[in-house]
């Protein structure tokens, strides 16, 4: 584990734990703080009508209420935003995280954990975030049950690569 930076910060939502998963690997390789979106009701993820709920909340555009942050984003000048992807797109957390937090002049990468299908998460990401500058972006592919050391390996190499990239 490297040496904390308070300048950065990884924000992410994730109802089965993928997310999760490479948002703690990034932190972790980067000193960075993190912050897990919790929404005030959350869908059963053992549940199969996760499926029809969470879809029908993104066609409807939901913003669901989150819990009350730990940290407060603008503290940060470099953000990670990781998402599980969604009926093609993100979550709707990530949708009330991006409605409420402005990330104008703020350095953003972007993840996402998806089954094979990204569809325009980043599009729909990139257009709520027109006034950041946004570095790059990656998705992983059900990293905890594929190839999970794998994933690991990639988040590690490319968070490392957007400091290198940015110097913050
Ligand atoms: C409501 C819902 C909708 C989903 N829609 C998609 C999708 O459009 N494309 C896709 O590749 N995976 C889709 N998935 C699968 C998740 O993106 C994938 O399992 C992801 O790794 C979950 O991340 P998490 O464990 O952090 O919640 C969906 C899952 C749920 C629960």
Excluded at 29 to 39: C, S
Excluded at 112 to 124: A, E, L, P, R, V
Aim: charged share 25%; aromatic share 10%.
């Amino acid at each position: 584990m490297v040496e904390k930076n308070n300048k950065r910060l990884v924000i992410y939502y994730s109802l089965e734990g993928n997310t999760k998963l490479i948002a703690k690997v990034m932190a972790e390789e980067i000193g960075a703080d993190l912050l897990q979106l919790n929404p005030k009701k959350e869908i059963k993820s053992k549940s199969f009508s996760k499926y029809f709920w969470g879809g029908s909340q993104v066609l409807m555009k939901k913003q669901p209420e989150l819990m009350p942050f730990e940290v407060d984003p603008m503290d940060y000048d470099f953000i990670i935003i990781g998402t599980p992807v969604w009926a093609w797109t993100y979550a709707p957390p990530i949708s009330t995280l991006l409605s409420k937090v402005d990330f104008s002049g703020k350095t953003v990468g972007l993840f996402s954990c998806n089954g094979g299908q990204n569809g325009k998460t980043f599009i729909n990401m990139k257009k709520h975030l027109k006034n950041s500058h946004i570095v790059s972006h990656i998705e992983f592919i059900e990293p905890l049950t594929k190839d999970k050391k794998v994933a690991i390996e990639r988040a590690q190499q490319w968070i490392r690569e957007m400091v290198s990239k940015t110097k913050i």
